[in-house]
């Protein structure tokens, strides 16, 4: 569990602690006395290969440790991604990053993302958070979600059925990655036929790969690939969005059935409504953050160890200004996850001590296989 743990805490480190060396650089040249200590590596890449390689061997937090280590600090300079680095680590450093955004700090995504979601190039990293943060609230809340407890627990229901059920063995990660993108596809697009279901899915499993990988743009690299399948997804949702504008025009959709109808309703301060091209971008960004870190939440309960992480050691949902819009929605269909499987099944680890990886999110290695699957709705009934 502290291998999970630590897994999440270094990517996690590197999606919100990211710090701009060169805006600290540009503002003052004096800034160069008080960098942190560091080395930033190979020319371009920097350590990012070392950062990835330490998770692709089970191994993600053995990048951050060695450095605190080496530098006996617990801020570091390096370069990530492309990218000039101040890595934070450990509880302090979080409770000071955390009550300083948008003081002293503020976090932002590597330059390389903007190819796989180009609409960032045409405002800041800062404003579409603003805009985002503002639209989601309403759709996010807790009371608003209550109306999608009883579809997330149908889909659980479908899903456990189809794909657990009366198997002598399964594969965790995968099947928890199709329950939790089915559920993402069907409260933020309405989207119901499985088969288009799998097809995205597949193209966004490229995407996840990619996001956090080696940023070189060449044929048959994973950074490739998912600039390739962001571009054909991004085609689909402008088709998706097109019909749904059609719709609800003539009145054959609701405007509160989902976030893209909210999302086509509502305008900015100044009245205007989103492109359709920026829509497609904003939801291709709600689908990869709304099933990626929960299936491989919804992996580790099932694999559920260990006592727990220390205070300001493990935060999941951010803090802050920073913290998660949607943690309310990941929490709901979680617990739904969590209701309908131990309700229903005992079962048995076929690799008690499998590896950890990250790949780009903390996964194990063989997709946690699981044997002798009981159905205790079954055996229930077979009882009586």
Known sequence: MELFHASLLCLFVLLVVFLSLLSLLSSNPKNLKNLPPGQTG???????????AAGWKGHPEKFIFDRVSK?????????????????????????????????????WWPSSVDKIFPS????????????????????FKPEALQRYIGIMDTIARHHFSAEWENKDQIIVFPLSKRYTFWLAC?????????????????RFNLIAEGLLSLPVDLPGTPFNRAIKASDYIRKDLVGIIKRRKTDLAAKKASPTQDILSHMLLTADEDGKYMKESDIADKILGLLVGGHDTASSACAFIVKFEGTGPAPYTFVPFGGGPR?????????L?????MHNLVKRFRWEKLIPDEKIVVNPMPVPEKGLPFNNFIDLYISSLQLL
């Open 42 to 52: 190979l020319p371009v890449i920097g350590e990012t290969l070392q950062y990835l």
């Open 186 to 202: 069907r409260i933020f697009l309405s989207m119901e036929d499985t088969k288009d279901v799998d097809k995205f899915l597949e």
């Open 323 to 331: 913290t998660c819009p949607g943690k309310e929605y990941a929490r």
């Open 120 to 139: 960032s190039n045409q405002t800041s990293s800062k404003e579409e958070a603003i805009k985002m943060r503002k639209m989601l609230p309403n759709f």
């Open 333 to 337: 269909e979680i617990l739904v996850f």
């Open 71 to 107: 530098y006996s600090s617990y801020v570091y300079k390096t370069n990530l991604m492309r990218e000039p680095t101040v890595v934070f680590c450990g509880a302090a450093a979080h409770k000071f990053l955390f009550s300083n955004e948008n003081k002293l700090v503020q976090s």
